[in-house]
């Protein structure tokens, strides 16, 4: 249930800024998503419908792109991507990395009427 109330946060944010700009319908809604993030985006869009229901947001067209994260080695200050699988810095093999990006989830942008 966890992306439920996800979705229903991201429809409460929705309600707030048509309140604050004055829009009276949602067409689209793009969300980006962070590898890390622990959401699933297959759960947001198939948990969107039932939290979006008698919303602005109804009948939006909901478009969720994946970010995939990027670290940095604190030994030889690589930055990129990581296996997940051997979580340690490709170019110098030390496991003193440090997540730079990858739990982010947010809207970043609207298309409203
Ligand atoms: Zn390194």
């Known amino acids: 249930m966890h992306e439920l109330a996800i979705t229903e946060s991201v429809i409460d944010l929705i309600n707030r ?3 604050e ?4 319908k949602v067409l689209g809604i793009s969300l980006r998503v962070g590898e890390y993030s622990g959401i699933i985006p297959e759960c947001i869009k198939e948990f969107f419908p039932i939290a979006a229901r008698d919303s602005i947001a109804q009948g939006a067209e909901l ?7 990027a670290f940095r080695c604190m030994e030889c200050g690589y930055e990129g991507a990581v296996s997940r699988k051997e979580a340690c810095c490709p170019r ?15 809207v970043d942008s609207l298309k409203v009427e």
């Open 92 to 106: 110098c093999q030390s496991r003193g990395i440090r997540m730079i990006s990858g739990r982010e989830f947010y």
């Open 21 to 24: 700009k004055g829009f009276k």
């Open 17 to 19: 800024e048509s309140r």
């Open 63 to 69: 478009e969720i792109i994946s970010l995939p994260a």
